[in-house]
Structures are given as structure tokens and as C-alpha cells.
């Protein structure tokens, strides 16, 4: 088992926090951390006031079944560079923990998770919380959790909509080799075309 921790780092000064996410195996050994890379600035989710944006790139995580996971953050969902990067690099499973309210996203929720797994080969797994928090009452975190792979339409799991649960599935990871064999998608990028994607 290998477990996925949020934990935030205070740096230097106050505004200089960021907010990882760590990966712990069972016996309590430290894998590895992965920073938020995007930080929102939208209705009730004001972070840039309190974390600055991730450092450390696009890491991939060996777990105790030798298998490689990685994690991407909430906001960070929405955003496929970060999430093609953690293919490159090898993830075979990536988890992407949310505090996400009703409106606009809920619609993107459903398309984005799927979106990364068909493009890079790799499963997603997405959680999201639900119920309201107070005092600050933004919305109503929607669930929907789910798990989604490439290989197949639907894994066939998928926990309660709206209420909190623990839920497991059996996953096929060899599959994951086949995918990218039959869809080369790594293959036949052009990286040599695709400059403007990152100037400002």
C-alpha cells in the first residue's frame, strides 16, 4: 500500500507556502513529493494569497508493487502540459485529490480525468470531497470520485456520488503497456513543433 498525504510546507516568509502532496508507503517509508504547479485565483479558492506556485517539477513515484503513480493537484487538472509530462515520465496511475464546488467545473470534471488518461495511457484517479464547509460556505463539493483508464471505456468502478466512502478497485496495469503500444501517442509527438506553447 502506498499512500497519498497532503501536507503543507511553510518556507522562509508566510506567502512562500506551498502545498504538496507526499507519498508514503505502508511501512512509512517517504517516496516523494509533488507541489501544486498551478495555483487558482477564482470565487471562494483566493490561493495565490497564501501558496505560491510548486518547484519541483513533474515527479513519478515508485511504490512497493514497483509500479510508478504520481500525483496532480485539484486546480492542476485542468491543465494537460503537466499532466502529459507525468506520462512522460513514466506514471502509470495518477491520483488528483480535489476540493472542487458545483458550476462550472463539475461539467470539466467529467471530461478532463479521462481526457489525461486516454492521451498519456495511464489511469486517473480522482478524488473529490463533499458536503459544505464552514464558516466559509463557497459551494457544495460535488463527489463524483472516480477512476478512469485508457485501456478500457470504463473500469466499471465507481464509489457513491455525494457521500463519503472507501472504495477499492482491481486494475490492470499490464494494460497500460498494450495501450501505448497500439496508441502512440509518445511516439508521435513533435516536440520540435511546439515552442509557442510555452512563451509567454
Not at 501536507?7 to 507526499?22: D, F, M
Not at 470531497?129 to 470504463?154: H, M
Not at 486494475?171 to 498494450?178: G, H, P, T, V
Amino acid at each position: 500500500m502506498a499512500i497519498v498525504v497532503p501536507l503543507y510546507e511553510q518556507a522562509s516568509r508566510p506567502a512562500s507556502t506551498t502545498t504538496p502532496r507526499r507519498c508514503i508507503d505502508a511501512d512509512g517509508t517517504y517516496l516523494g513529493k509533488y507541489r501544486k504547479q498551478h495555483i487558482p485565483q477564482v470565487g471562494g479558492f483566493w490561493e495565490k494569497f497564501f501558496f505560491r506556485p510548486g518547484n519541483g517539477g513533474y515527479p513519478v513515484f515508485k511504490t512497493p508493487l514497483r509500479r510508478r503513480s504520481a500525483s496532480y493537484i485539484c486546480y492542476d487538472r485542468h491543465f494537460p502540459e503537466g499532466a502529459r509530462a507525468l506520462g512522460l515520465n513514466g506514471a502509470e496511475i495518477v491520483f488528483n485529490p480535489s476540493a472542487t464546488v458545483a458550476g462550472l467545473s463539475q461539467h470539466l470534471w467529467k471530461i478532463e480525468q479521462p481526457a489525461h488518461a486516454i492521451a498519456n495511457g495511464y489511469y486517473v484517479g480522482a478524488i473529490n470531497r463533499v458536503g459544505t464547509e464552514a464558516p466559509w460556505n463557497i459551494g457544495t463539493f460535488y463527489g463524483n470520485s472516480l477512476l478512469r483508464g485508457s485501456a478500457r471505456p470504463d473500469p466499471g468502478v465507481r464509489p457513491p456520488r455525494t457521500r463519503t466512502s472507501s472504495w477499492c478497485a482491481d486494475l490492470d496495469l499490464d494494460l497500460i503497456d498494450e495501450v501505448r503500444r497500439t496508441w502512440q501517442f509518445f511516439r508521435d509527438r513533435r516536440p520540435d513543433a511546439y515552442g509557442p506553447l510555452v512563451e509567454d
